[in-house]
């Protein structure tokens, strides 16, 4: 799978790192969070379903930082506010298809790829 067509496939590993923290403040309503997760050159996961407009952070083959305040105004809605900010090593985040592509080497690529971006969410969760 993660190599080019005109290539003969060979066995490539890949790793996904995953961390983060979250504070509740003394109002026990208001959550604070920070998450990182960093994926390899050959990195892929099964999230093609995914609906972020920027595809799933940890499908990401680099660096990816999210921070949010999530604050729950009435017992059963959650609002939530966060910044998601991807920094892009190789192409092919979130693809299986092709061998990766150092992002640093400027290659030729057949398909639009980042070398980061960043994404602001509002967002309301509301249970009946």
Excluded at 9 to 35: A, F, Q, S, W
Excluded at 68 to 79: E, L
Excluded at 104 to 125: N, R
């Amino acid at each position: 799978l993660f190599c080019d067509p005109y290539e003969v496939p060979d066995e490539e590993d890949g790793y996904m790192v995953y961390v983060g923290g979250r504070y509740t403040l003394p109002n026990n309503k208001t959550k604070i969070g920070l998450e990182y997760n960093h994926g390899s050159e050959y990195w892929f996961n099964f999230a093609h379903a995914e609906d972020d407009i920027i595809g799933a952070k940890t499908a990401t083959r680099g660096d990816v930082w999210e921070a949010y305040v999530a604050h729950r105004p009435y017992k059963r809605m959650t609002v939530k506010l966060s910044y998601t900010h991807y920094l892009y090593d190789y192409s092919g985040s979130g693809w299986h298809v092709g061998a990766p592509q150092d992002l640093d080497d400027d290659p030729i690529l057949g398909y639009v790829t980042y070398d980061e971006a960043s994404v602001i969410t509002l967002s309301m969760m509301a249970r009946f």
